[in-house]
T-cell receptor, first 115, second 114 residues
Framework: DGGITQSPKYLFRKEGQNVTLSCEQN?????MYWYRQDPGQGLRLIYY???????QKGDIAEGYSVSREKKESFPLTVTSAQKNPTAFYLC??????????????FGPGTRLTVL | DQQVKQNSPSLSVQEGRISILNCDYT??????FLWYKKYPAEGPTFLIS?????DKNEDGRFTVFLNKSAKHLSLHIVPSQPGDSAVYFC????FGFGNEKLTFGTGTRLTIIP
């Protein structure tokens, strides 16, 4: 059945290491998004991509990088430049990137802990 | 600058009664508003939405009301059930080529008391 998968569910890394979070969708959605959730805060947009081979910075892009080489995949790299990387990361997708309103569908999330 | 605000971090309601969750916004360019429900360690799931040109949308036990003049929306759940215990996020949609996105509030944790 269709959906969004994020792996792994829990991830531990040492400070100073880059880490890549996986996000895959088989919903044939054009747009994909990465959010970060911290305790007591809403979801904050890191990066989004409305079409393959194109992406834009969200509200908190510093210290992160993404790629969108395939429609179904939108990996997020948390670099050593991200000052507070420990958080819950959520990937989402929506049917169309441009034009009409579309609700976003979320994956189960990856909890990243930097030690 | 928090454009979407949920001023109540938590709310407790008895089972069977009405739950009312509130959300305020500042950007008059938002064209759609959505409510998402989130359980711990899971991704949010879409609950209900409303266009900025409407003032009410209903889906089963869930009703969303929009007051554009007050820049306020609310989610009513009636009757409340134990499975409704979760964190509820209000989100607002911005339309624009190359700039389409959702802006989320900070969430309200709803606890239904049996």
């Amino acid at each position: 059945d269709g959906g969004i998968t994020q792996s792994p569910k829990y991830l531990f890394r040492k400070e100073g290491q880059n880490v890549t979070l996986s996000c895959e969708q088989n919903l044939n959605h054009d747009a994909m998004y990465w959010y970060r959730q911290d305790p007591g805060q809403g979801l904050r947009l890191i990066y989004y991509s409305q079409i393959v081979n194109d992406f834009q910075k969200g509200d908190i892009a510093e210290g992160y990088s993404v790629s969108r080489e395939k429609k179904e995949s939108f990996p997020l790299t948390v670099t050593s430049a991200q000052k507070n990387p420990t958080a819950f990361y959520l990937c989402a997708s929506s049917p169309q990137g441009f034009g009409s309103y579309n609700e976003q569908f979320f994956g189960p999330g990856t909890r990243l802990t930097v030690l | 600058d928090q454009q979407v605000k949920q001023n109540s971090p938590s709310l407790s309601v008895q089972e069977g009664r009405i739950s009312i969750l509130n959300c305020d916004y500042t950007n008059s360019m938002f064209d759609y508003f959505l409510w998402y429900k989130k359980y711990p360690a899971e991704g949010p799931t879409f609950l209900i939405s409303i266009s900025s040109i409407k003032d009410k949308n209903e889906d089963g036990r869930f009703t969303v009301f929009l007051n554009k003049s007050a820049k306020h929306l609310s989610l009513h759940i009636v009757p409340s059930q134990p499975g409704d215990s979760a964190v509820y996020f209000c989100a607002a949609h911005t339309f624009g080529f190359g700039n389409e996105k959702l802006t989320f509030g900070t969430g309200t944790r709803l606890t239904i008391i049996p």
